[in-house]
């Protein structure tokens, strides 16, 4: 089957994370038809030099902003020429990557936002950025991005992930038949092992033995969140998969029972040494859920370490 060429947008501030996260879109998507933009928000202030030129206070110190500002411009562009040169690395013809460059009108992820409304099928950021400082006390523009992004994937990368393993994250059905169609769909998955995971949480898992438990057959309602269980609807997620071109015997399942979903699936990526989660962002959350205790992809986010975490929307 001929997949449709795809569009991705790599956001990079000039940090070592940026760069390895525009390193693990080069080995994740398919060099063959993807097309990567390599995406910097520039924050310096143009007027800034304007603003104090003239002022007798200021005069001697002119000269030293202005050679600040250049070599600012410059290390960005060294950054940017070091990017591609990575990226082409893995093969990409060079007409596929391309550089852009915007000048700040407004907060750096509004102007990513923006950008990605722009015919992109993905954006791609750093977990950290330049100042680990300012993202630990002011919030990081990871996570930002991830609670206002919508209709294209985020997908956040922390230090260099492995690639050759997919974990999906299921709980929700819409939620996850979303996230398989959009990997079938961004990614040639035939080159990839794809495990299932879902926490089991519901009413079955608990009275029943680990020996006795079918979640094939069995047909019950989440009593945590008045859901039906998705457990039933996890061979037909297989079935999608297999239609998007990847052999059944790569697929797995992996049913858990646990209290904490965030910590068991992260204990299950390290055991089974995935390096990548997909999960797909609910557009409605309680609001005391998102307040008192935040959104699934959030805390998973905290948490990670050493991986990259696709929020699908």
């Known amino acids: ?5 795809i569009k991705i947008l790599i956001s990079v501030d000039g940090s070592e994370q940026s760069l390895q996260a525009a390193v693990y879109a080069a080995r994740m998507f398919p060099k063959d038809r993807t097309e990567v933009v390599l995406f910097h928000v520039d ?3 143009p007027d800034l030099g304007k603003s104090i030129s003239g002022n007798p206070l200021y005069d001697a110190q002119m000269k030293n902003i202005d050679k600040w500002m250049s070599a600012d411009h410059k290390t960005m562009n060294q950054f940017m020429d070091k990017a591609v040169a990575r990226i ?4 990409y013809p060079k007409s596929a990557v391309s550089v852009k460059i915007k000048k700040k009108e407004d ?3 509004d102007e990513i936002l ?3 409304r722009d015919t992109y099928d993905a ?4 977990k950290t950025g330049k100042s680990r400082l300012k993202d630990k006390f002011i919030g990081s523009l990871a996570i930002k991005l991830a609670g206002k992004m919508n209709r294209v994937p985020l997908i956040i990368v922390d230090g260099d992930p492995k690639i050759d393993k997919l974990l999906v994250s299921v709980d929700l059905r819409e939620e996850a038949f979303k996230s ?4 079938g769909s961004l990614l040639d998955i035939q080159n990839f092992s794809i495990a299932i995971c879902h926490v089991a949480r519901c009413a079955a898992k608990k009275n029943e033995s680990e020996e006795k438990f079918n979640y094939k057959e069995s047909e019950h309602d989440c009593p945590l969140r008045e859901v039906e269980c998705i457990c039933p609807s996890i061979d037909s997620m297989k079935e999608c998969l297999v239609d998007s071109g990847i052999l059944l015997e790569k697929i797995s399942d992996l049913i858990v029972e646990a209290a904490d979903p965030v910590d068991s699936t992260l204990e299950l990526s390290r055991t089974e040494q995935i390096g990548s989660i997909i999960v ?3 557009a409605i959350v309680p609001f005391v859920e998102e307040l008192v205790s935040g959104r699934y992809s959030q805390k998973m986010f905290k948490k990670m370490e050493n991986m990259a975490l696709w929020v699908v929307n």
């Open 1 to 5: 089957m001929l997949k449709q060429k």
């Open 43 to 45: 924050t310096q202030n």
């Open 88 to 91: 082409l690395d893995f093969d």
């Open 107 to 109: 907060r750096v992820f």
């Open 114 to 116: 923006r950008e990605a």
């Open 123 to 126: 954006v791609v950021v750093g």
């Open 180 to 183: 398989i169609y959009s990997i």
């Open 280 to 282: 797909g962002r609910r």
